[in-house]
């Protein structure tokens, strides 16, 4: 057993020196806390030549704490393409990037007051900004971003990756806001 946690622990100190001499293209992520927003995501990034990456994310609704108390049961899929704007010697994954993204959410939830359950689907295209670094293997993703939505939304405006526009006292079905921090691993 002590041969374990010698060999556990040696590969744990020697793993992030390796890990700057490497250069990851690959890596898995969860967007950080969002099983408290009601779904649970999980994302699959991999680099591209010429500083660009691809990002598929695929969240399960009803996997989390549900604030609205509104039993949510779908699903939500997301493609993002990264365009790496510094070049940063860490990695292919790493730098400040410009995304276009596209998302669809399906789910149906029981309405305020009860009833017989609704159907909100929606999708956006976003242009999002943000930057990706890594820790030895352990790589933060952060991003805001925001764009035009069509569908059918759901009444509290959220669709589990992206909030319908209820800022400022006025409402807008059309536009779509989101931001996150995913946290993972690179291989």
């Known amino acids: 057993m002590k041969r374990f946690l010698i ?7 020697t793993t992030p020196a390796f890990a700057q ?4 293209s690959r890596a898995i992520k969860i967007t950080f806390l969002s099983w408290a927003t ?3 995501k999980v994302s699959y990034e991999y680099a591209l030549p010429h500083r660009q990456s691809g990002e598929i994310c ?7 704490y549900d604030k609205y108390k509104n039993d949510p049961l779908g699903f ?3 493609y993002g393409h990264k365009f790496f704007l510094t070049s940063e010697d860490k990695g292919p994954l790493c730098g400040f990037y410009l995304r276009p993204e596209a998302i669809y959410s399906r789910y149906r939830y029981t309405p305020e007051g009860g009833g017989a359950r609704k159907l909100a689907a929606m ?9 990706q670094t890594t820790f030895g293997r352990f790589i933060v993703d952060g991003w805001f971003g925001g764009g035009p ?16 526009w209820k800022w400022l006292g006025t409402e807008n079905d059309n536009v779509a806001m989101s931001f996150s921090i ?3 691993y690179c291989f």
């Open 7 to 13: 060999i556990i622990a040696l590969l744990t100190l």
């Open 21 to 24: 001499q490497q250069e990851y």
């Open 38 to 40: 009601g779904s649970t």
């Open 58 to 64: 695929a969240s399960l609704i009803s996997a989390g």
């Open 76 to 78: 939500t899929l997301r």
């Open 123 to 131: 999708g956006t295209l976003l242009a999002t900004a943000g930057y």
């Open 149 to 164: 939505a069509v569908g059918i939304p759901a009444e509290t405006g959220y669709h589990h990756g992206f909030q319908l």
């Open 182 to 184: 995913r946290v993972g």
